[in-house]
Structure formats: structure tokens, C-alpha cells
């Protein structure tokens, strides 16, 4: 029989680039689920990972998609440092733009251009009150965060799709679902001309310093990882661990709705019921393989955004189906867990229980 037998010092470099060995592995595992659905893997690995990275322009475009997920991977680092597994980041992501379209959608070409501090500030009260509702369920009543968030994230769809086909509906949209296009002054401003990348990621980027320093630098931070570690330890030494829920929960649902509001004004430019893109979801797995780290989660987020893009150009290029890129995803997900596994536990063989 198989036994895993903890290992008395698991190795901290391995730790380190079990990432990278995740990576390896899941690229190799992908050649093989193209040379199985009968196309070329070395086509496939040029579209899956050299194309993205070939013009000025695609690599502008993964900053575009590396912006929401990093800021809503950044606020899931403190839940889960803090031992609060917040799974409905994709609901306050959708408040999040939910709350900021509604700014955006009654801005008019004579609006000021600081509506867009208005707008982005919408967006973090929007996933900070989705967000709030988990926190009071758990604090009030020991309701699970994992269950009421994941449950949340298809209370904030049908809201969503509420008001893109109903009282918000463009009535010149010819009957599609989706609000007026958002005024001008609205869009948050290109960083450079001709691409679309936004202030969102200088924000994003912004967002990791000071993620740094609250986490290594600044005393709450770390009383909320002394909470997430040691619950004992932090009673003992006079820690809130109400305040630390609060904290945790209000931080990471401010930043995916920050990440909400600047998808909904940036790219998009208006609501449709295609705001829920998966980056609430898509954001666990850039967390944990940039290890709960705000640098890590930089890196991971633009390995995430390099599937994403890889998996639209196969779709168009190679007629693979789009659900590629949730494979390459589950892929690196499953890979990590099984390379932190073995980093932390051996595998023993044994005839049979002891006697």
C-alpha cells in the first residue's frame, strides 16, 4: 500500500521552483493532449506560448489581461494567509463593475474626466459590500466563507443579467443585452497610444508594493497571518480574530471590485452578461502558484494571461475548443499541488497496516 510519511525538513529551494518544475510538467502533459486530439505540439507550443510574446502589441495585451487578475489575486493572498478561503472573488468582481457601470452609464461627453476617480471607487464599495456579506454570515452566524462567497458569485450573475436585460437595457441596442456605451470621459486612461493597455496596471503594480509592505513590513499584517498560522497563538497574544476576518475579507472584496470597475470602463466600455470572464476564479490559481507572494503573483499572473491569450489564437488558429485554456489552467493547478505534495511528504510502500 502507499503511504505519504510527512518529511521531517522539507526543502525550502524546492519549494521555491516547484512553480517552475509545475510549469514544465504542464507544458509536457499539454504536447501530449495535442499530439492526442491530432495536431502538431510543436504548432501548439508555438501558439500557446512564443506567439503571445512575438509583437509589442500581443504583449501589451497580456498586461491587459494580467491587470484584473493581479489585483484580485493580491486581495485573495491576504484571505488566504489569514485562513479565510474567499472562493467568490468572481461575485465581487462582478459587483465591482456592476457598480462602477452604473457611474460610467450616466457620465455624458461633458462630464469631468475625474468621474473615473468616481467610477473606480464605485467599483471597490461594490466588491467591498458583496464581500461584506460573507464576512458578516461568518462572524454573525459561523456561516462557511467557502460556500456563501462561491454562492454569492451566482446571486451577483443574475443580478447582473438582471439589469443588462431589463431597467439598463440600451433602448437603441436593438434588443441585445447590454447598457449604452459609456461616454468618453469615462475610459481609463491608455498608458500608451495605440494599445490598450490602462492606469489599471501602473494601479496593479501599485498594489503590490503596498501589499508588500502591509504583509512584511506593517504590524497588521502581521497579526493577520499570525491569525492564519497560529489561531492559539494569536488569542494568546491579544489578536482579534474578528478584526482580522473583517480586514481580510473587505480588503480582498475592494480589490476585485477595483478590478471590476476598471474591466468595465477600460476594455469593455459598457455592461454586457459577458462581465464574468472567470479571473475571480482564474485569480486562486495565480495566487497559490505565485505562493501568496505580491512579487510571485506578478509573474503567476502573466503566465495565466499568456494561457488565456494562447488559448484564444489555438482556438482561431488550430480549431481547438476554448476550454483549452481551462485545461492548461487545471493543469498547472493539479501539477503544483502534486509538486508541493512530494516536496512536503514521501511516498513509502508497505505490505500492509501495522500490527
Not at 470621459?185 to 501602473?202: D, Y
Not at 488559448?311 to 482561431?316: F, I, K, T, V
Not at 481551462?326 to 500490527?355: E, H, M, P, W
Amino acid at each position: 500500500m502507499l503511504k505519504l510519511e510527512a518529511r521531517p525538513q522539507p526543502s525550502k529551494l524546492l519549494s521555491y521552483v516547484s512553480p517552475l518544475i509545475a510549469l514544465a510538467l504542464t507544458v509536457v502533459i499539454g504536447l501530449g493532449l495535442f499530439t492526442v486530439l491530432g495536431k502538431s505540439p510543436l504548432q501548439g507550443l508555438q501558439v500557446f506560448f512564443i506567439e503571445p510574446l512575438k509583437t509589442t502589441y500581443s504583449v501589451s495585451e497580456l498586461a491587459v489581461k494580467a491587470t484584473p487578475l493581479i489585483l484580485i489575486a493580491l486581495g485573495l493572498a491576504v484571505c488566504f494567509r489569514s485562513n479565510l478561503w474567499n472562493i467568490g472573488a468572481e461575485g465581487q468582481y462582478i459587483l465591482g463593475a456592476v457598480a462602477g457601470g452604473g457611474i460610467a452609464m450616466h457620465a455624458t461627453e461633458e462630464t469631468s474626466r475625474t468621474v473615473v476617480i468616481a467610477i473606480l471607487a464605485a467599483g471597490v464599495l461594490g466588491g467591498m459590500a458583496w464581500a461584506a456579506i460573507v464576512a458578516f454570515l461568518r462572524d454573525r452566524f459561523h456561516a462557511s466563507e467557502i460556500l456563501v462567497s462561491l454562492m454569492l458569485v451566482y446571486v451577483a450573475e443574475q443580478l447582473l443579467g438582471y439589469l443588462v436585460y431589463g431597467p439598463w437595457k440600451d433602448p437603441n441596442g436593438y434588443n441585445f443585452p447590454q447598457t449604452v456605451t459609456f461616454a468618453s470621459p469615462t475610459a481609463i486612461p491608455l498608458l500608451f497610444e495605440g494599445l490598450r493597455v490602462h492606469l489599471g496596471a501602473v494601479i496593479a503594480l501599485a498594489g503590490v508594493g503596498l501589499l508588500w509592505m502591509f504583509l512584511f513590513r506593517i504590524y497588521g499584517g502581521f497579526q493577520l497571518q499570525v491569525g492564519g498560522l497560529a489561531p492559539a497563538a494569536a488569542r494568546y497574544a491579544g489578536f482579534s480574530s474578528r478584526t482580522a476576518l473583517w480586514t481580510a475579507l473587505l480588503v480582498s472584496g475592494g480589490t476585485a471590485g477595483l478590478a471590476g470597475a476598471l474591466e468595465a470602463a477600460g476594455p469593455m466600455g459598457q455592461l454586457t452578461p459577458y462581465v464574468p470572464a472567470g479571473y475571480g476564479f482564474a485569480a486562486i490559481i495565480v495566487a497559490f502558484v505565485g505562493r501568496l507572494h505580491p512579487v510571485g503573483i506578478v509573474f503567476s499572473a502573466l503566465l495565466m494571461s499568456l494561457f488565456y491569450i494562447g488559448g484564444e489564437l489555438a482556438q482561431s488558429r488550430m480549431g481547438l475548443p476554448k476550454a483549452m485554456t481551462g485545461v492548461f489552467q487545471g493543469l498547472l493547478l493539479f501539477t503544483l499541488l502534486a509538486c508541493d505534495t512530494l516536496i512536503n511528504y514521501r511516498v513509502r510502500f508497505g505490505s500492509g497496516l501495522k500490527k
